[in-house]
């Protein structure tokens, strides 16, 4: 059985205490330039092993406000229409489509990258993940970054 991720809104106070420093070291990494990642992880008390161990799993919700570019990768099977059914998703949630980027398809396996814009029409968006890994011919998704 292959596994789907699912996507949560947690509170805060649910979180173990390793996610909450995971999102203190990012923020860190974002707001000085000259910080390595491990110094980073240092100074907020995780090891480096943690950071990277969740870093593409946790996220401030506000990331996903008006205004904000959401960029993903999905692997799925190369069959006509398929692409089209993935931008259908994305279309139904009212979630502009910046870029998309597909490599040549390797055993019948395509490589795709979007990036969208949260708008303030956008639907939910984890819901937008969840229904596009639904997909029959959708083997992977990973949200890459948030802007």
């Not at 990331?63 to 692997?75: C, E, H, L, M, V």
């Not at 398809?105 to 990258?113: D, I, K, R």
């Not at 984890?126 to 992977?140: G, Q, R, T």
Request: no cysteine; hydrophobic share 40%; glycine share 4%.
């Amino acid at each position: 059985m292959e596994y789907k991720s699912k996507y949560y809104v947690v509170k805060e106070k649910a979180l173990p205490e390793v996610l909450l420093k995971v999102v203190e070291a990012k923020k860190l990494l974002d707001s000085q330039r000259n910080i390595s990642i491990q110094e980073a992880a240092e100074r907020v008390g995780i090891s480096r092993s943690s950071f990277y161990k969740y870093k593409d799993d946790i996220f401030p919700f506000h990331d996903t406000a008006n205004g904000r570019t959401i960029t993903f990768f999905i692997q799925m099977d190369d069959s006509p229409g398929y692409l089209a059914a993935v931008l259908s998703v994305v279309a139904q949630y009212k979630a502009n489509i910046l870029t998309i980027h597909q490599s040549i398809p390797v055993n019948n396996v395509a490589t795709l990258t979007i990036s969208t814009e949260v708008g303030e029409g956008t639907g939910d968006i984890s819901k937008m993940f969840e229904e596009i890994e639904a997909m029959k011919p959708v083997h992977y998704l990973k949200i890459v970054s948030r802007g």
